[in-house]
């Protein structure tokens, strides 16, 4: 073959070569930067689950001179708390924020028959507060799991997985309740 | 060499280095693809520190611009004005002004807004207006007052008009807009109702990544594939074609 031919031949490869390169490397730092979304995504709803535990000891005890008839609301209320304070795992930690999320709404509810409370502007405060909160939970929840949902998929496709396995990439969880993972932790208050 | 032979070579040179370029471009189009790919859209309520992707409609920050052809109220115009030039036998369109106008705006979506610095941004967005003057054909009241404004004749010989082309983008209030870029804490921003209130998207420092487009997601996912599709694989093929052309005429093939 002549020098030429070699030339041509040389920058054609050249040009694959480069391709597969900037493939395999474009793969090894979408995978990376996915698997950082989830971290950072998981960190945002973490701050925020924390801000809303913090939140409910001033509503109960804001509410708790109305509604001195109502310890079974605020005991929910109370006890969704401790679990969220306890849990550990995303799994507990999604199940943990749906029982204090319906335990807060049937506190809200229960409110609507205390015309005092509802007047009350502590109490609007801390209701506005939370239920900004609860809304970016939602929102990041829906973000974070959208990041789960593009990485689990990205390690179980071809060529991903190639470069996933190689790095021990495991599936994500999701952030949903699971009904068997949901545990409410009785706390006296 | 021959004339001739000098014109196949040159051609051949510059389809050679442009073949690299497409290349590279569509090497840069695949890393813009799965960076997006990769990146969740965020409600802008909960738009977090770093980079972040949302989609909502444009609202005007500080005072509005307004296109500079047909006057429309916008947030960000580019324009150009072309001539169509001959020269020998070739004949091509030639850029005798362009400019563009950038200012500060909101992306609001049903969850609040965030502010945007387009500066240094990459903006795709299509040709909103296009007006053309020629024989017969004067360009509209509208663009003969920006030409006049910029001392730029729309006439040649015997006060006949050039074959001319007016182009302008722009993006309205209210457009749909896709803005990927970093989130950082601002001191400007002040319009946002929620927790984005204190965020402004911006380029970031060290992630080089800021792309608006007035198209969703989808598309502009689709127009970045045939992008790649051309620029790889017609590049690298265009490079190795003239480079083989440069080697049969010199005979080393």
Redo the contacts between chains.
């Keep these: 073959m002549?020098?030429?031919?070699d030339?041509?031949l040389f920058?054609?490869a050249a040009?694959?070569l480069?391709?597969v390169v900037?493939?395999f490397v474009?793969i090894f730092?979408?995978l990376a930067?996915?698997k950082n979304?989830i971290g950072?995504?998981w960190a945002?709803i973490d701050v925020l689950l924390t801000q809303r535990a913090d939140e409910l000891p001033n509503l109960v005890s804001t509410v708790k001179g109305y509604m001195a008839h109502e310890q079974k609301t605020l005991q929910a209320v109370t006890d969704a708390r401790a679990a969220l304070m306890n849990a550990r795992t995303v799994g507990e930690k999604a199940g943990v924020d749906k029982d204090t999320t319906e335990a807060v709404k049937t506190l809200y509810a229960v409110a609507e028959n205390y015309p005092d409370l509802k007047a009350n502007q502590s109490f609007l405060k801390l209701q506005d507060r939370i239920t900004?909160i609860e809304?970016?939970i939602a929102?990041?929840r829906?973000?974070y799991n959208?990041?789960v949902t593009?990485y689990n998929i990205?390690i179980q496709s071809i060529p991903d997985i190639v470069v996933a396995t190689a790095l021990r990439y495991r599936p994500e969880e999701l952030f949903k309740a699971e009904e068997g993972k949901r545990q409410v932790v009785e706390v006296k208050i | 060499m021959s004339s001739s032979g000098g014109k196949i070579v040159g051609y051949s040179l510059v389809g050679f280095f442009g073949g690299i370029i497409l290349f590279v471009h569509g090497l840069s189009a695949f890393r813009l693809k799965r960076l997006i790919e990769n990146t969740p859209t965020s409600k802008v309520r909960s738009a977090a520190v770093g980079l972040v992707e949302v989609f909502g409609v444009a609202v005007p920050c500080e005072g509005k611009l307004s296109s500079p052809f047909s006057k429309k109220d916008c947030v960000y115009y580019k324009y150009s004005i072309e001539e169509y030039r001959h020269s020998g036998k070739s004949s091509r369109w030639v850029t005798l002004k362009s400019g563009e106008c950038r200012s500060q705006f909101y992306v609001e979506d049903d969850t609040g807004k965030i502010l945007v610095n387009p500066n240094e941004a990459r903006i795709e967005i299509p040709i909103d207006s296009e007006y053309n003057s020629g024989n017969g054909n004067d360009p509209p009241e509208c663009v003969l007052e920006f030409l006049s404004q910029n001392g730029i004749s729309h006439e040649g010989f015997f006060g006949w008009n050039k074959r001319m082309r007016f182009r302008e983008y722009f993006i309205e209030p209210g457009d749909s807009i896709y803005v990927m870029g970093i989130a950082d804490i601002s001191q400007d921003s002040a319009g946002s109702a929620n927790g984005s209130e204190n965020l402004m998207i911006h380029k970031g420092a060290n992630n080089k990544t800021f792309y608006i487009s007035d198209q969703p997601e989808k598309k502009i996912l689709s127009e970045l594939g045939g992008k790649i599709l051309w620029g790889v694989f017609g590049g690298a093929v265009l490079s190795v074609g003239c480079l083989a052309i440069i080697m049969m005429y010199f005979g080393w093939i």
């Design positions: 002549s020098t030429g031919t030339l041509l920058t054609g040009f694959v480069i391709a900037v493939y474009s730092n979408g930067m996915l979304n950072k995504s945002n900004g809304n970016e929102d990041r829906e973000f959208d990041s593009a990205r």
